[in-house]
């Protein structure tokens, strides 16, 4: 099992950046894919983005493509969500999480989870 502490949340003003960031402990020596998802009050948790182990394979939504870049530094264990020109509606908790590959993400089937972070974009 791996546990994922996220944090670089906060609130920032429409236009802004923020950098989250997720650090991952204990089974970390097998090859996993990390991804970020997020919940806003009231909607249901929606795919961000997801990185294979190597980095080679990147996924986006829609919704943030062009605006955020997902990274990770495997020697640190540690993911990273760059998050650009930022918008009200991208106000969320937001949640890390590992799997055996991104397809697996893509499909929720995640094996962990973070606590979350709050990300909250003011118009």
């Known amino acids: 099992q791996v546990q994922l502490v996220e944090s670089g949340g906060g609130l920032v003003q429409a236009g802004g950046s923020l950098r989250l960031s997720c650090a991952a402990s204990?089974?970390?020596?097998?090859?996993?894919?990390m991804g970020w998802f997020r919940q806003a009050p009231g909607k249901e948790r929606e795919f961000v983005a997801a990185i294979s182990w190597g980095g080679a394979t990147l996924r986006y939504a829609d919704s943030v493509k062009g605006r955020f870049t997902i990274s990770r530094d495997n020697a640190k264990n540690t993911g990273y969500l760059q998050m650009n020109s930022l918008k009200p509606e991208d106000t969320a908790v937001y949640y890390c999480c590992t799997a055996r590959d991104t397809a697996t993400i893509l499909a929720r089937g995640v094996a962990s989870w973070g606590q979350g972070t709050q990300v909250t974009v003011s118009s």
């Open positions: 204990g089974r970390t020596f097998s090859p996993y894919a």
